[in-house]
């Protein structure tokens, strides 16, 4: 049978997480029977071993490991068409309230396109809300795939289009942001090796995928860490020219001639049909 049920996957991802089937019956909030006899089911269903048992404990097959895959992204598609249709829906829903958007952006990024973007889409006739969720860096991917956003403004080389339609809005160079004390600082323009290797001065780590790459400068989690991180001179930080719109007094921001321009997208899932999104997306692409 090729047909899986949402609560067959629920279970399975569970336990293949925690590879402990008590520990993920207590977070399925039921008895551990019942959670191992619907797994040995699930298995005979499928015709594959998708667990090893043993008595050190339990691993994945590689099976299982196709399985965790394709899982956890049917349950985020399950989930994200919940929380979608409930927008979408908003107008039609009981106590009739206005259709709404989620526009997802990194904080603090984009500033002024945001601002003329919300202006213009304002002003067009049947405009639906707009809710700007502000978010952490490179988290627009998981919002739009999960379904806690509808569209985002992406900036690559930094974010994955993959598996996203899009259209290109603007293209920037970057700046290095110094603290203004740094002799650096006082430069008409610098190259991105002059700002790799400062003694003392090491370059923000920002992650990607959920993780850091290695290296001495410190780990950034918001923007705020970022800029206080600067002005104390703990680190440097490179950044697209827009940024400027966030910078201190304590900071100084000196253009990168050699390094690669970024482009900022309007980004949505391939598969939408929504026309309230079809609108916003012609007001991004006319601006």
């Not at 667990?51 to 049917?74: F, H, P, W």
Request: some cysteine; glycine content about 8%.
């Amino acid at each position: 049978m090729d047909t899986l049920e949402t609560r067959e996957l629920r279970y399975f991802v569970a336990v293949a997480e925690e590879l402990h089937f008590g520990r993920a019956a207590e977070r399925l909030g039921m008895a551990q029977p019942p959670l191992s006899r619907a797994i040995q089911q699930l298995e005979r269903r499928l015709g594959v071993r998708l667990l090893e048992r043993n008595r050190r404990g339990v691993r994945l097959t590689g099976a299982g490991e196709v399985l965790l895959q394709e899982g956890r992204a049917a349950l985020d598609a399950t989930a994200a068409a919940a929380r979608r249709t409930r927008r979408a829906g908003g107008a039609d829903s009981f106590g009739g309230s206005r259709e709404r958007l989620v526009l997802a952006v990194k904080a603090a990024a984009s500033h002024d396109l945001l601002r003329k973007l919300l202006d213009a889409y304002a002003a067009e006739p049947d405009s639906a809300e707009i809710e700007v969720l502000p978010c952490s860096i490179n988290e627009q991917e998981e919002l739009l795939r999960d379904g806690r956003a509808d569209v985002a403004l992406m900036h690559t080389p930094w974010n994955s289009l993959a598996g996203f339609d899009s259209e290109p809005l603007t293209t920037e160079g970057q700046v290095a942001v110094l603290p203004t004390g740094h002799p650096l600082a006082a430069h008409e323009t610098l190259s991105l090796a002059d700002v790799r290797d400062i003694p003392g001065l090491p370059l923000a780590r920002w992650p990607t995928r959920g993780t850091y790459p290695p290296g001495p400068g410190p780990e950034i989690h918001n923007q705020t860490q970022l800029a206080q991180l600067i002005a104390l001179g703990r680190t440097v930080a490179i950044v697209p020219d827009s940024a400027r719109s966030w910078l201190w007094t304590e900071h100084t921001a000196v253009p990168l001639a050699d390094a690669s321009p970024i482009v900022t997208h309007i980004a949505w899932p391939a598969h939408s049909r929504s026309l309230t999104l079809a609108g916003l997306i012609r007001t991004a692409v006319r601006l």
